[in-house]
């Protein structure tokens, strides 16, 4: 009988028939050494009316099973909070909540969610099963991808923030591993963990100090991928935090690499709040003059500075797909953007002056 055996280092899982040779065998995929890996209490378990099959994902605070609906015979997903998150009352609400964003969400780039609920006080939501590895995890096993490719992936996703956006949704946490890419090439955004409704204002418990860099930016985001804005504060992102966010993700799937590393995630922060973007094309020569310039166009540090929504996006994106070497018309989208908001600083600075000469005047009447 086979022997199931982890990579302790990268956790990769694999079946081996010779388990003496096996356990001193090094893994296949990082070199590191495999242990035997008990066997998964949770599988062959009934939540939510699905059977488990196996784990195909962890996170933080919660994993994603594979699983079979027994009303239907058909695969799912379920994610569930794990036994520690569940212990906090706040993420078995935000983890409702996100269900219930996501089940109001009907669009081919966005992971369906069919149900959600808690047994045993284990919350669970049931969710589209997809064919498919994570955008990162691509990354990671065959470094930097093609520009075209990515471009056509990251528009999907672009179009899947559109979509959400025009319900009054951003996401706030846009990177490769919350985008699936199934085997046929279509990209699927997942995870609202981090979202908000606009409308409803802002319910995160924790807060953070305008100008002050605390913990916020590792509460809520991945920080390689949040803007300025959102690092500082979490209620303070808009939907141009999500440019900001598919376009720190387009640079890393071009590149092989997050636009800013660190050894800490306050490093991370320190150079997201102070560094200029990094030009794509200086990373990887071959990436076109277009391509790069929209990227570092998305991560500008002021929200006002960048594409004003994802359909904004869109378009530029369209337009540098077809002409890649164009490297005018975002150079001139961008002048105009500033020479507009140099404009409305100047008017805002004359009518600040005429208010307090009319307020002189007046006082000086009397």
């Known amino acids: 009988m086979a022997t199931v055996l982890r990579c302790t280092s990268c956790d990769l899982v694999i079946a081996d028939d010779l388990p003496a040779a096996g356990k001193s065998a090094p893994c296949p995929r990082c070199g590191k050494p495999l242990s035997a890996k008990p066997p998964d209490p949770l599988v062959g378990r009934t939540i939510g009316g699905c059977r488990l099959i196996k784990r195909i994902g962890m996170g933080a605070m919660a994993v994603v099973y594979e699983a079979e609906q027994l009303s239907s015979k058909q695969p799912v997903a379920v994610k569930m909070l794990t036994g520690e998150a569940s212990k906090d009352d706040e993420n078995g609400s935000r983890f409702a909540r996100e269900a219930e964003l996501c089940m109001g969400i009907k669009h081919p780039n966005v992971v369906a969610v ?22 990162e995890a691509v990354i990671d096993k065959q470094g930097a991808i093609p520009w075209r490719q990515v471009a056509h992936l990251i528009l999907q996703v672009a179009q899947a923030l559109d979509h ?26 997942l995870d609202l963990g981090f979202a908000k409704r606009l409308a409803d204002g802002d319910s995160d418990r924790m807060r953070a100090h305008q100008g002050e860099l605390t913990m916020q930016g590792v509460s809520m985001g991945s920080p390689a991928y949040m803007p300025p804005e959102q690092v500082l504060d979490a209620k303070n992102a808009d939907a141009t935090a999500d440019v900001y966010s598919l376009g720190a993700t387009f640079f890393h799937a071009v590149a092989g690499q997050t636009p800013f590393n660190g050894k800490t995630a306050y490093e991370i922060m320190e150079k997201v709040l102070r560094h200029p973007p990094p030009q794509a094309n200086k990373i990887v020569p071959g990436i076109p003059k277009a391509i790069s310039q929209l990227i570092e166009w998305s991560m500008q540090k002021e929200p006002i500075l960048r594409p004003s929504s994802a359909a904004d996006f869109i378009r530029e994106l369209e337009v540098a797909m077809f002409a890649p070497d164009d490297s005018k018309r975002i150079r001139k989208l961008r002048s105009s953007q500033r020479g507009t908001t140099m404009t409305w600083v100047v008017i805002s600075g004359v009518a600040v002056v005429v208010v307090v000469l009319i307020a002189a005047v007046w006082f000086f009447k009397k």
Do not use: Q, Y
């Open 164 to 189: 959400i956006g025009k319900l009054g949704i951003i996401h706030r946490d846009v990177k490769p591993g919350n985008i699936l890419l199934t085997s046929g090439g279509v990209a699927k955004l």
């Open 114 to 135: 069919e149900s959600h609920g808690c047994e045993n006080k284990i919350h669970f939501m049931i969710m589209e099963l997809v064919d498919g590895a994570t955008m």
